[in-house]
């Protein structure tokens, strides 16, 4: 009974709800993903994975089953075992850690507050306390829509080798001036009312002569995209 019992804890991942707080007593809020088998031994890649803005640190696990869909891939040996941050990407009002607003008021704040990059101000404390508390190292950031400007933002340190743009709603000012060491992986769908706004990065990234990989896809602006577009880039990014 005991070994059925440590096999079924060994062939799933588990998920850490996480709060710490920054330097200013802002509270910061994450869910951490960590593979099937993992100990305090285990070095591992972590993806850093932004919701959008209507959203929150769960978002992710409860619209696109995060940790179901890393398993699988980790355990079929598509993948390599990684870490999955999920941080909540709203510091100005900490209720969005357990209740995410009506669309309305999340535009609302995105457009006084997250849209100023108060988010990516406390970033680095959200990577300081990974990298102090999970045995890894860092290789890839992903975020969708409005997560996908702050992704591009926050990758422009050069820290990431991999950054995955769902959907993004980005500007080229929020994207490098030139290659540094970053590969950006860009997807937006045709019935997408910012599919536009991808097309318009890749032609800048093209003209940069930045590395990136950018394609069309069916589909619009929502979960379903949003989930095969994560299989498709943790395949990309983290294939063995």
Known sequence: MLSLILSILFSIGHLDTIRIEAHDSTPLYMTVYTPPGYTQDTVCPVLYLLHGIH????????????????????????IRPLV??????????STYATHIPSYGRCMGDYLRHTKKGEFEAYFPEIEEYVEQNYCVYPYAIAGLSAGGRQAAMISKNG???????????????????????CYYWIRGGGGDIFFPRARKANR?????????????TKGGHNWNVWRRYLEDFLLFAFRI
């Open 159 to 181: 820290r990431y080798a991999m950054v995955g743009l769902f959907s993004p709603v980005l500007t080229n000012d929020q994207l490098p001036e030139d290659s540094i060491g």
């Open 204 to 216: 800048y990234l093209n003209r940069e002569q930045i590395p990136h990989n950018f394609r069309r």
């Open 55 to 78: 959203g929150n640190q769960y978002s992710w696990e409860q619209k696109a089953q995060v940790c179901e869909l890393a398993d699988s891939l980790i355990l079929s040996h598509q």
């Open 84 to 93: 999955i941050v999920m941080p909540l990407c709203v510091v100005h009002d």
